[in-house]
């Protein structure tokens, strides 16, 4: 994975389990940096996007940059997933559950194979630290719904 940097500060930067590498996000949507990776990189980095990403590590942590209303699709880590809140406002739903809203400080724990997602306050930007404590891949399925981002749909 090639580490690109941006001279914009309007871009936020942060990790992507579903490409392998960095991706910007920001009001515009999601930027794949990788795209600036050679034809074979980008081939195999997309291969894995939308279906279960093989990660050989027995530990995943990275640092991600949420801009206000952007979240994740739904998904499931083989490992569990830990979300530490380190700036801004936190919105997370397991599937079946209340979306819960958490602010700097806290943390929210879902345990391995439980659907999930997890994003910014439609008003707040959001910096979180994600941890996958036992390692393995993700699966990622559909987009989450406005109602569910509302809190008004399990």
Same mark, same amino acid.
């Given at each position: 994975?090639?580490?690109?940097?941006?001279?914009?500060?309007?871009?936020?930067?942060?990790?992507?389990?579903?490409?392998?590498? %960095?991706?910007?996000?920001?009001?515009?949507?999601?930027?794949?940096?990788?795209?600036?990776?050679?034809?074979?990189?980008?081939?195999?980095?997309?291969?894995?996007?939308?279906?279960?990403?093989?990660?050989?590590?027995?530990?995943?942590?990275?640092?991600?940059?949420?801009?206000?209303?952007?979240?994740?699709?739904?998904?499931?880590?083989?490992?569990?997933?830990? %979300?530490?809140?380190?700036?801004?406002?936190?919105?997370?739903?397991?599937?079946?559950?209340?979306?819960?809203?958490?602010?700097?400080?806290? +943390?929210?724990?879902?345990?391995?194979?439980?659907?999930?997602?997890?994003?910014?306050?439609?008003?707040?930007?959001?910096?979180?630290?994600?941890?996958?404590?036992?390692?393995?891949? +993700?699966?990622?399925?559909?987009?989450?719904?406005?109602?569910?981002?509302?809190?008004?749909?399990?």
């Amino acid at each position: 994975m090639k580490l690109k940097r941006s001279s914009s500060a309007s871009i936020l930067w942060g990790f992507s389990a579903a490409l392998a590498g %960095l991706l910007a996000v920001s009001a515009a949507g999601i930027v794949d940096v990788a795209a600036q990776d050679d034809a074979a990189e980008q081939a195999a980095r997309r291969a894995r996007v939308g279906g279960s990403v093989s990660v050989d590590s027995d530990f995943i942590g990275g640092l991600r940059s949420f801009e206000p209303g952007n979240r994740t699709y739904w998904h499931s880590h083989e490992g569990g997933f830990i %979300l530490f809140v380190q700036e801004g406002r936190a919105r997370t739903q397991r599937r079946g559950e209340p979306m819960l809203e958490l602010g700097p400080g806290e +943390i929210d724990y879902t345990p391995p194979g439980v659907e999930h997602w997890h994003g910014s306050a439609p008003d707040e930007p959001l910096m979180q630290l994600g941890v996958v404590p036992l390692g393995g891949g +993700i699966e990622f399925l559909e987009a989450v719904t406005d109602a569910q981002y509302n809190g008004e749909s399990l």
